[in-house]
């Protein structure tokens, strides 16, 4: 738990969000400036800065959100969907608190 992180703060309920999934461990959650007709973010309960600060401890933890996404992609009704981890200030991160964005549901998202 950091003091002064945002998604630390919606995580303990003193920043209401859309929350659409919940366990011990994870909090889905969708973004407040949505890029897509459906996009939420899956974070992790504990606090950790981004993908670069992980290390093998969080591995279970990682794969459990990365096999979460399809799960909730397809209960928020997509066929398919668009996962983002922006990592570090370069990788254009925002919130610094890992988060794994999932878009879906419009047929404009571009080609990479
Ligand atoms: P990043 O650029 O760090 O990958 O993405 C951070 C995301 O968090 C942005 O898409 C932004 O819209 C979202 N966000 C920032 N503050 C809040 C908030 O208070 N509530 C919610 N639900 N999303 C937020
Ligand atoms: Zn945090």
Redesign the pocket.
């Known amino acids: 738990m950091n003091g002064d992180c945002?998604f630390c703060k919606?995580i303990k309920g003193d920043?209401p969000?859309?929350k659409i999934y919940e366990d011990d461990e994870v909090i889905v959650?969708?973004?407040?400036?949505p890029?897509a007709p459906v996009h939420f973010?899956l974070v992790p309960k504990l606090h950790m800065e981004s993908l670069a600060n992980c290390s093998a401890e969080h591995q279970a933890l990682l794969g459990k959100m990365l096999l979460l996404a399809p799960k909730l992609a397809a209960e928020q009704g997509l066929q398919g969907f668009r996962t983002?981890i922006?990592t570090g200030r370069e990788g254009?991160?925002?919130?610094f608190h890992l988060?794994v964005?999932v878009f879906g549901g419009g047929s404009s998202l571009p080609k990479t």
Not at 29 to 33: A, S, T, V
């Open positions: 945002i919606i920043i969000s859309k959650f969708n973004d407040i400036h890029l973010m983002m922006n254009g991160q925002e919130v988060h964005h």
